[in-house]
């Protein structure tokens, strides 16, 4: 074994005691007269062995975190959780030192909820701190803000995640229940656009959209007018028409204007789900030089939650760090101008303005490339999240993370990875004899499926054009419980399947079984 | 003798009841089990220093840089090499990297054409207009032989002798496909690599000339979902 290789596996303690043992006979210590298995020379023999063997431990985990590509080894070889968290804290401390980045922590999601109340509901008050969840003891979230419940009106209201975790980001139309008693009152996670301010202070409000392309305009339309709210389809404007006294000045106050749209039906309602006070209300409300846009991102996920950063992904930021200072070399430009695709693997990668962590798992750089057809100049850069596809909204703001100053050569276009599935099809044989359950094999096949697509996802950001072997999906089922699973009786597609440009694999579990014998 | 034993049995003063014979064997023991623990941190130490580590220990810190090692490389020219990493990567989407890192697989003479410097050279419509395109000459001396007649004569890609008359192998063609995908800028694409045979090998306005072997280059994407690459550019600039 080469000393790089010695170096990388621990000497174990009984290795240590055989090697202190034979320096005891070079030595001529009487070991022949150890005879009692509590003689004290052969129980500080045992003692100095331990101790070395766990010194030892120490070194080689600290030597071969070192490397970026020992990394995922040592977590394999992680004895625990406990390990498992010493080790990629190691792998933190090493990305920081070495390569400058800091990991992305775990971040809790903040949701918009539309909360709907029946026409025969009580007016109720939705205090902070209210729950919601996903029925039975699944995911919970606590609101973050007051908010009245109108019978037949509709409320946006930003609920915070219990946990940080990516799951939280549940897609819509997810079935969500109150777990704090609300009397006729049903929440969702339909899409809402964020708040968007109208006016400022006491004088302005905070208008979710319920539809794309919507704008609001405040307006004073002449002397001894009512409130009125309309809202014209064709155009996607909602007009506010202010109280005016007979003199022509405006008399709606803030919190008048909120009540009015939020009671608005028809129309109205289909452009705007919900106005709230920015402060007290009390103030009359500003007027609209012009219709305002109102912000809308098609999903009502106001703060992605997100797991700790991997230690897969932290070590791609870390391999790809060194190209961003390319160009400044050879032609004496500024530096990371002339980015490589390692070098835009690496800046896709990095959080996006305003983000408190990228919705960012892998990147694809595929250069001479515009979306998928050849062009000159171009590259297209694939961005893949844990679930697959990118939302749009996030593809435009990662896509940012290219400019200012900017970081490539030629001409990009920022996409989303498409999904692909990939059936797996087939007969799982369980040893009965390994005493595990079918639900117990059946969940480590499903960790070493996730494993896999991580090295599938490493290869596809690194440009290799990744091909789905049978045979190897064969062997990651088959190595996933070597002791229970006597084999996988593949019947499934033959050969291979090659991925396409913007192609990222999901698999379709649903059509393996498992079985005894 | 070693750190722990020179320290232990030489260095510190040892109360009389420890310096009896059998007493200092077992220490001695105990020590020298230590050294051997010693001798290992400053191994790791070594291995993980550009000056001193051993091959396979270069290759790896080679990789922690998003860098690599070549067959062709001695052990020397990548530890000099890497004691210059980031100046190296400073050149990193630049015909000045590309050319470094050709020069590293033992072809110091390399010519990059690209589009614009043939249309400049009045080739018409070259690659087609695809700006970034370009093309490799790796001039002689490198330390690849031909078959060049072979290959005028009738020979195939691949026909079990050689490539396309070139005969470097498989992994050398590997080898340059990984340089140009590493070094180059996003965006740009690299058509193919001429090999000159004996010194005559070039371009004009009106296409290659002289006596040369070639590769064709293309993206990984190219790669279509039945596993097959469409020509395009791989063998004249001026024909796709």
């Given amino acids: ?517 | 003798m070693g750190v722990l034993s020179d320290y232990l049995l030489r260095e510190i003063p040892r109360p009389a009841f420890l310096g009896g014979k059998r007493i200092t064997a077992f220490l001695r023991s105990i020590a020298e089990t230590g050294d051997y623990y010693a001798w290992r941190i400053l191994s790791a130490r070594n291995e993980w220093t550009v000056a001193t580590a051993t091959r396979e220990a270069l290759l790896a810190l080679a990789r922690d840089w998003n860098d690599r090692g070549f067959d062709r490389e001695t052990t020397s020219a990548l530890r000099a090499y890497l004691l210059t990493i980031i100046e190296q990567h400073r050149k990193k989407g630049t015909d000045d990297g590309i050319m470094a890192q050709f020069a590293r697989i033992g072809c110091p003479s390399v010519e990059i054409v690209t589009e614009l410097t043939l249309r400049d050279a009045g080739a018409v419509n070259p690659f087609g207009a695809n700006v970034g395109f370009f093309f490799v000459i790796v001039k002689q001396p490198n330390p690849f032989s031909f078959t060049y007649a072979a290959w005028d004569g009738g020979g195939e890609w691949d026909d079990g002798t050689s490539r396309w008359g070139w005969f470097g192998s498989a992994d050398d063609i590997r080898d340059i496909e990984d340089i140009l995908r590493r070094w180059k800028p996003a965006g740009a694409s690299c058509r193919f690599v001429i090999f000159d045979e004996d010194g005559t090998a070039g371009w004009n306005a009106a296409g290659l000339t002289g006596n040369y072997a070639q590769i064709p280059i293309n993206e990984p994407w190219e790669i279509q979902t039945s596993g097959l690459i469409s020509h395009y550019y791989n063998t004249s600039f001026l024909a796709p």
């Fill in chain 1, 1 to 517: 074994m080469s000393l790089f290789k010695d170096l990388q596996k621990a000497v174990t303690q009984s290795e240590y005691f055989n090697r202190l043992m034979a320096a005891h006979a070079a030595n001529e210590v009487p070991t022949a007269t150890w005879l009692s298995v509590v003689n004290i020379g052969l129980s500080i023999s045992q003692y100095v062995s331990e101790a070395l063997a766990q010194v030892d431990s120490l070194l080689t985990e600290t030597f071969r975190a070192l490397y970026l590509e020992e990394w995922q080894g040592l977590l394999d070889d992680a004895a625990s959780d406990t390990d498992r968290a010493r080790i990629e804290e190691r792998f933190r401390i090493n990305a920081r030192n070495f390569y400058g980045i800091e990991y992305s922590a775990a971040q809790l999601q903040v949701a918009r909820f539309v909360l709907t109340s029946v026409a025969t509901a009580p007016t109720q008050t939705l205090t902070a701190g209210s729950i919601a969840g996903t029925p039975g003891n699944g995911l919970l979230w606590a609101s973050q803000l007051e908010a009245d419940l109108v019978p037949s009106q509709r409320a946006v209201v930003e609920f915070q995640a219990a946990e940080a975790g990516g799951n939280y980001n549940v897609p819509i139309g997810t079935t969500l229940e109150l777990k704090s008693t609300f009397v006729g009152v049903s929440i969702t996670n339909q899409a809402s656009g964020a708040a968007t301010k109208i006016g400022d202070g006491n004088a302005g409000l905070w208008v979710y959209a319920a539809q794309a392309g919507v704008s609001v305009q405040i307006v004073n339309a002449g002397a001894s007018l009512p409130l009125l709210v309309t809202g014209d389809l064709g155009t996607l404007i909602l007009t506010v028409q202010l109280r005016t006294d007979g003199g022509g000045v405006a008399q709606s106050t803030a919190d008048e204007v909120r009540n009015a749209i939020n009671a608005a039906t028809g129309n109205p309602a289909q452009l705007v789900l919900y106005a709230r006070n920015q402060g007290t209300g009390a103030s009359v409300m500003s007027l609209t030089p012009a219709a305002l846009p109102l912000a809308w991102d098609g999903g009502y996920i106001q703060s992605a939650g997100s797991d700790i950063e991997s230690a897969q992904r932290l070590r791609r930021r870390c391999e790809t760090r060194l190209d961003t200072i390319g160009g400044g070399g050879g032609l004496g430009l500024p530096p990371g101008l002339l980015g490589t695709e390692d070098a835009l693997v690496f800046w896709g990668l990095a959080t996006p303005t305003g983000y408190t962590a990228s919705p960012v798992r892998w990147v694809r750089v595929l250069s001479n490339n515009k979306l998928g057809v050849m062009s000159g100049g171009e590259s297209t850069i694939i961005l893949a999240s844990q679930a697959g596809a990118v939302a749009a909204a996030d593809v435009s703001a990662v896509a940012l993370n290219y400019e200012n100053p900017r970081k490539y050569w030629g001409a990009i276009n920022v996409a989303s990875a498409a999904l692909t599935t990939i059936p797996l099809i087939g007969v799982v044989h369980v040893r009965a004899s390994s005493g595990k359950t079918l639900a117990e094999v059946q969940e480590s096949v499903s960790v070493a499926l996730a494993n896999f697509l991580d090295v599938l996802g490493d290869e596809w950001s690194r440009n290799s054009s990744p091909t789905i072997f049978s045979n190897k999906l064969i062997g990651v089922v088959d190595g996933a419980d070597p002791s229970a699973i006597i084999w996988f009786e593949w019947t499934g597609f033959v050969g291979s399947i090659v991925l396409s440009w913007n192609q990222f694999p999901a698999w379709n579990t649903s059509g393996m079984v498992y079985q005894y014998g």
